[in-house]
């Protein structure tokens, strides 16, 4: 099976989206020269250009194409070839109203943006293996061809017709009776049970609220529908170069895939992510969506899209400060990423985009956003050799599960204010600040390498997730988990007594009277921080250690935090500081260590391989105590014991 070595070949892949169908062909020229000064060695090509490649059905126009091809080849850029299937051309919503996706109530989403497509029309199917066919066949053997991109950020949802013909296909082959749908769903409940197929719908707009367990299957089915339109075109373009590797793009945490299954079915994980400049955590939420992505990846991963400046879909479009670009790109590779890549190379002068910024931007060449981009081009390079294809070691693992998550986003639930990325990112910035790295894993993957697993929040878990927890801790391993995990099943049945048994007896709690959620930003007091979200009334168990206990309200003396031997449930979120200083205690005791003792403020420390990567959030210098003597790869120098850093400042050493 190809893989994203197949590719880099040695190198880190640096590039972008290209769009030269915006631009005249003299502008082309002028792209090469500029990608030249840049060091940029791939770019993406055809992402949105269905209605150039194919401007009325069965049309074929591909001379411009093949300009760009050779093109590429003869500048020494290799191509990433993307299907253009995320965005139709108008003609095919106008011959064809059955593509068009419908909201859950009957909207239709029409043409004139993009992803404006039904996962399960047969007609849309048939026209976007036709044209990835027609790609495949006529660039197969072009030498610029390093690898295939399918569609982009596949996120469509789909109420309508055809979409319902599906999802009850879908339903009857899981199944398989009435009966167990019936069961599954809980239809005895609000009399909403089945006596045929046909009256089955997607969850579309009810008079009050939805059946919980049928929007449940209604996002695997949607996740499930997005990834055979991804494997129908993946399989054509395989056929024809089977030598190499095929990718398609994630969203970061986006809720309507199943990205572990996702990931299993490319050959190149690849991620679009756009921190925020102005958030004081996007370092650390951008480490997360990086380290998840390298999970998914088992190894090196592709950094498929990031911004060299503003994005234009905030309130307010802040660009990035000097110096911030290089290091968010330079943290991707420090977290696994082989490849460090923009939307777009040249910024848009018309559309939706115009404002988005490039890595030419409005400036052009010498505007601060080109030259920045062209300092980092000679970073990547340096870099390459020593870098692609290391791997992450990690001692601890946060476990995520897209079902859970789906089971816990549901109307008619204790708190709204729950919100599970937002519970995963304050546990990862509990291991961040400490400078303990994490891997993500599915509660189902294989644990035993793992000295230490987090649990932030499992709404649902399956028999077999927590079969495999409780053999994780029966091996010696170390547990931390959240609140509201294993409260419900698969089917999102409340499992008796609020909480799975054996979880229960695991963490050493005798009854879950009842889960006690916060408002909006109020706290609970307890015993040397305040918690935030959520409390429970816990009754421990005898051979219990309550850890830390409420001081305030009804929860008065309750366990706030509570262990048994070594699986520790938490049942609040604690402070920032109090969270920091509780996981580092944890981890301590597991045997789990930072990367670097020590650091300063700011300081982000990642060991790749046998490389150590030293990031500086910040803008004031800082110095790093380092013993020994290290040869940073940016620079060509010697450190010896300390290691300066300046504004964004980034080392890579080597001992």
Known sequence: MP???????????????????????????????????????????????????????????????????????TAGVGVVLATPTSSPPPWMGRL????????????????????????????YRRYAAAITEDLAVRYGDHPALTMWHINNEYCTFDHGDEAAAAFRRWLREKYRTLDALNTAWGTAF???????????????????????????????????????????????????TPHLPVTTNFMPLWIGQDGWRWAEEEDV??????????????????????????????????????????????GVNHPKPRGMNRLWSLQAVARGADAVCYFQWRQSRQGA??????????????????????????????????????????DVALLHDWHAWWAGAQDARPSTEVDLPAVLTAWHRALWE?????????PEHDLSGYRMILLPQLYALTDAAIDNLLRHVRGGGVLVCGFLTGVADEDDRVRDGGMDARLRELFGIRVLHEWWPLDPGETVAADGFHGA??????????????????????????????????????STLPEPDAFRTLIARIAAEAGVR??????????EAVRRGDLLFLLHHGREPVTVALPGSHHDLLTGATVTDEVELGRYGVAVLRP
């Open 190 to 240: 609000w009399s909403q049970g089945y006596d045929t197929w046909d009256g089955v719908l997607p969850p579309r707009t009810p008079h009050y609220l939805k059946n919980p367990t049928q929007v449940l299957d209604f996002r695997r089915f949607t996740s499930d529908m997005l990834l055979e339109c991804y494997r129908a075109e993946r399989d054509i373009v395989a056929r024809h």
């Open 594 to 603: 930072p990367v670097v003792e020590g650091l300063p403020p700011g300081v």
């Open 3 to 73: 893989n994203l070595g197949d590719a880099t070949r040695g190198r880190i892949l640096f590039g972008g989206d290209y769009n030269p169908e915006q631009w005249p062909e003299k502008t082309w020229h002028e792209d090469v020269r500029l990608m030249r000064d840049a060091g940029v060695n791939s770019v993406t090509l055809g992402v949105f250009s269905w209605s150039r490649l194919e401007p009325e059905p069965g049309a074929r126009e591909f001379g411009w194409l093949d300009t760009l091809m050779d093109l590429m080849h």
């Open 434 to 442: 400490n400078s303990l790295t994490a891997d993500f894993a599915h």
């Open 269 to 314: 994980v690849s991620v679009d992510l756009y921190p925020d400049p102005r958030d004081p955590s996007a370092a650390q939420h951008a480490a997360m969506v990086q380290d998840l992505t390298r999970s998914q990846a088992r190894g090196p991963w592709m950094l498929m899209e990031q911004a060299a400046g503003p994005v234009n879909w905030r």
């Open 533 to 570: 979200l959520w409390s429970e009334e816990l009754e421990p168990a005898a051979d219990a250690r309550v850890e830390a206990v409420y001081r305030q309200g009804e929860l008065e003396g309750m366990p706030a935090v509570l262990r048994r031997d070594r699986a520790w449930y938490l």
């Open 96 to 123: 064809h109203p059955e593509t068009l996706p419908r909201t859950e109530d009957g909207r239709v989403e029409w043409w004139g943006g993009r992803q404006h497509f039904s996962h399960s029309s047969a007609a």
């Open 353 to 394: 985009e115009k404002f988005h910024s490039g890595m030419v931007s409005h400036a052009g060449e010498e505007g601060r956003t080109f030259q920045e981009v062209k300092r980092l081009g000679a970073d990547l390079a340096a870099l390459g050799p020593h870098t692609t294809g290391l791997r992450i070691t990690a």
